[in-house]
């Protein structure tokens, strides 16, 4: 089981959603029927994570709650659980859900490996003064620094940082940022759903300093990779990015 969890993780990781999704359901479903449960909450997190990504946050969301049913006895997995609480900070705060996501985050354990990279998320939506600004900017560089060793973490702690100096409206630094993510997710070629993303925020940026070839570039590969791999949230955003560029080059 704990291979055929693995291979669907790899198959998420490539794109093929459908097929992931297959593979863990069938997961969840054999482990219940022999009372494997800790196995089973290990499928059941997977499929969340999986259903985040394709903006089923409702699924993964009961996929979450599943896994709380079950007695501390038959889940003794702390990792598990504390993972299980960092995906639901993770879709409240994609859901805009800010007081729900700062209310969770204060059940994380000080000790939780995530708690910077979400504490991180947080004040991405939620900069609004300089001194919170350059909390932000000294947390970024601590974790840029903690995570050199990850590609797929900095491209996202890049991604976070770039956000921030969009809201600020500071789009050289906010591109710069962005650009480094694009490069680091390209190269490693795991991520497509991170990728397309980025991709499209980064033309949004794009057209702002009127680099529309560039934008309209990424925003065909974002949308090409969004259909494949069936992220209809990301691809809405894409196609919203697609119609602001036309009438940008049209006027």
Not at 68 to 95: G, M, Q, S
Request: proline share 2%; aromatic share 6%.
């Amino acid at each position: 089981m704990d291979l055929a969890i693995g291979y669907g993780i790899c198959q998420r990781h490539l794109g093929q959603w459908a097929q992931a999704h297959s593979i863990f359901t069938a997961v969840v479903q054999f482990t219940g029927m022999f009372g494997l449960f800790s196995t089973q909450a290990d499928a059941l997190l997977e499929l969340a994570v999986l259903l985040h990504h394709q903006g089923d946050y409702v699924g993964a969301i009961v996929a979450l709650n599943r896994i709380d049913t079950y007695p501390d006895p038959a889940i003794a997995n702390l990792e598990l659980r504390n993972k299980v609480l960092a995906k639901r900070i993770e879709i409240a705060l994609e859901r805009n859900n800010l007081a729900d996501a700062k209310s969770l985050f204060t059940l994380l354990p000080n000790k939780e490996v995530r708690r910077l990279m979400l504490q991180l998320e947080i004040y991405a939506k939620d900069v609004t003064t300089q001194t919170d600004m350059l909390f932000f900017a000294s947390l970024g560089k601590k974790l840029l620094s903690d995570y050199s060793f990850s590609p797929s973490l900095k491209a996202r702690i890049h991604i976070l940082i770039g956000r921030v100096y969009q809201s600020t409206l500071d789009v050289k630094s906010a591109i710069k940022h962005l650009g480094i993510a694009h490069s680091l997710l390209t190269d490693i070629d795991n991520d497509p759903f991170g990728l397309a993303r980025t991709q499209s925020n980064l033309a949004a940026l794009l057209m702002d300093s009127n680099q529309f070839i560039d934008a309209q570039e990424l925003l065909k590969s974002a949308a090409n990779i969004q259909r494949k791999i069936g992220d209809p949230v990301g691809l809405a955003a894409t196609q919203h990015n697609e119609r602001v560029l036309v009438r940008k080059i049209v006027n």
